[in-house]
């Protein structure tokens, strides 16, 4: 599970360069392959490179990347009240397209952030209908829905 975990993370690192200078994707890195260390050591063993591994996956990187994000939005909302280096867009952006944008709306709630800025809201809900469509269209083309 590790190797397949690292495989697809460092395949995402190398072919998104964006990715490579975003510290809170690094985090996300970490955290899903500690919850695969754990995984593997204490609940149960998976083979490298199935199905259900690659599903295994995307319930760890999902969780992960909302909880970084969430993470993310807080790092930015307290270096904006200390005016202090803030977190770009870009990055914040790259998370949610990642599959953090639940963890973004649930941080924009908390934190009060980003929340009246509207390309930045612009861009974030054009990228949550992009990616429900994809999903649909996923979902239809595996025949899971109709």
């Not at 260390?37 to 199905?51: A, D, Q, S």
């Not at 909302?77 to 952006?93: P, T, Y």
């Not at 999903?135 to 595996?142: R, V």
């Amino acid at each position: 599970m590790i190797l397949t975990f690292t495989a697809i993370l460092t395949a995402l690192l190398l072919l998104f360069r964006p990715l490579q200078k975003n510290p809170f994707f690094i985090l996300h890195f970490v955290f899903v392959i500690g919850a695969a260390w754990y995984t593997e050591n204490y609940l149960f063993k998976v083979t490298p490179f199935v199905y259900k591994t690659f599903l295994l996956f995307i319930v760890y990187h999902l969780i992960s990347v909302n909880l970084v994000t969430i993470i993310a939005y807080g790092v930015d909302k307290r270096a904006a009240i200390k005016r202090s280096w803030r977190v770009s867009e870009a990055k914040l952006h790259t998370l949610e397209f990642l599959g953090g944008w639940i963890g973004a709306f649930v941080a924009q709630k908390i934190f009060k952030h980003k929340t009246k800025k509207k390309s930045f809201l612009l861009t974030f809900w054009f990228m949550l209908i992009m990616q429900l469509a994809a999903i649909y269209y996923i979902l239809t083309f595996l025949n899971i829905i109709k």
